[in-house]
């Protein structure tokens, strides 16, 4: 039996450490670390099972170097959230309801995530006294 994990893992090697991904992909994981934002939470962490290759789990947090797959139809805002940003922290996409983003950081890092360009600790943390002013006018 493991022991279960008391930090967040944020870097390949300590992935790896954790037996969440083999040692031969930790230069992959690492290369995917650079350009997105990486967090498993021990919580996430102690639903995997590493001795499942295919792990459900796992394939939603741990890093694919397929990530670094770019086409040209690509986008770095695929949802268009910039065309529904009128101020920082506001997307106002439908006439009922409004998505307010107070913070760029996530406790974990979901490999599917659509606002991958837009969150993890690059981004900031969290809107400044004024942009939650301005947000909330
Ligand atoms: S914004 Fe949502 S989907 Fe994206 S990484 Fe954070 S929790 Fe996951």
């Given at each position: 039996m493991t022991r279960p994990l008391r930090q967040t893992l944020r870097t390949a090697d300590q992935i790896v450490d954790a037996k969440l991904a083999p040692a031969d992909r930790a230069h992959d994981i690492a290369r995917v670390a650079d350009r997105y934002a990486v967090a498993i939470s021990p919580a996430i962490a102690g639903l995997i099972d590493p001795a499942d290759v295919n792990d459900p789990i796992a394939r939603q947090f741990v890093p694919d170097i397929r990530e670094l797959d770019h086409r040209p139809e690509d986008r770095a805002d695929p949802i268009g959230d910039d065309a529904h940003s009128p101020v920082t922290g506001i997307v106002h996409r439908y006439p009922d309801r409004v998505l307010l983003k107070?913070?760029?950081?996530?406790p974990v890092y979901c490999?599917?995530?659509?606002?991958r360009e837009m969150v993890g600790p690059t981004h900031g943390h969290a809107l400044s006294d004024a942009e939650f002013d301005s947000a909330l006018s």
């Open positions: 107070i913070a760029s950081v996530c490999r599917f995530c659509f606002r």
